[in-house]
């Protein structure tokens, strides 16, 4: 197993360098900015959070970006990030939340994958998310994240470089996206984890159909 890993690594290495090297110009998918993505989304109501510092904008080298919280009409709350890169050509790329999660001092306590129905078309194929129960101290939150590319939800990290190399050379494009969910876990409640992957699982089926404009094909 530890071999095989090794040869993808060093197989999408390879192929970064012929990315990233390529002549031909990229092509730029027209899509419409997360400035104006919608505040209501059916029964929830977003609300703004703060926007992330240059600093981290330089750091993140991101094209476009949302973050807010979404909250119920009983007031339970799911936070929203999505990143959005037009290029990944020149060294700007998707940052998974495995490596700033625990920058942030949140220490992991459980990771899987987690199948959901694809809102987006009846009878379709289950999407997965790779679901993190994270901690710090006595706060608990469910952080579900994919990542996103010309119609295509992937929770593997691997699968999302793959793609990457095989949509630059097939479509001359890069962009890309993650998307993630974050949910407070309720430590009052027995049932508090699965609370809060039924309000995260139930915001999935109404987030992922308005995407396409924002994430194009």
Excluded at 66 to 78: F, K, Q
Excluded at 180 to 201: C, F, K, N, S, Y
Aim: hydrophobic fraction near 40%; proline fraction near 6%.
């Amino acid at each position: 197993m530890q071999k095989r890993v090794i040869v993808v690594l060093v197989c999408l290495v390879v192929a970064f360098v012929a990315v990233g090297r390529a002549d031909r110009a990229e092509r730029v998918a027209l899509r419409t900015s997360f400035a104006v993505f919608p505040m209501q989304l059916d029964n929830w109501t977003g609300v703004q959070q703060p926007p992330f510092t240059k600093r981290e904008l330089e750091v993140l080298g991101l094209d476009d970006y949302l973050t807010r919280a979404y909250y119920s009409p009983d007031r339970s709350m799911v936070g929203l990030y999505i990143g959005y890169w037009q290029s990944q050509r020149q060294g700007s790329s998707i940052h998974s939340p495995q490596n700033c999660l625990p920058g942030a001092g949140w220490e992991p306590v459980s990771q899987s994958l987690l199948p959901f129905p694809d809102p987006r078309s009846a009878g379709a194929p289950a999407l997965k998310a790779n679901r993190y129960v994270v901690q710090k101290g006595l706060d608990r939150v469910l952080v579900l994240y994919w990542y996103q590319s010309h119609g295509r939800v992937v929770a593997s990290e691997y699968w999302s470089k793959i793609y990457l190399v095989t949509d630059a050379v097939r479509l001359d494009r890069t962009d890309a996206a993650i998307v993630r969910l974050t949910v407070p876990i309720d430590g009052r409640r027995t049932d508090g984890e699965q609370a809060a992957e039924r309000l995260a699982l139930s915001f999935i089926q109404v987030l992922l159909p308005r995407l396409d404009t924002y994430l194009p094909n």
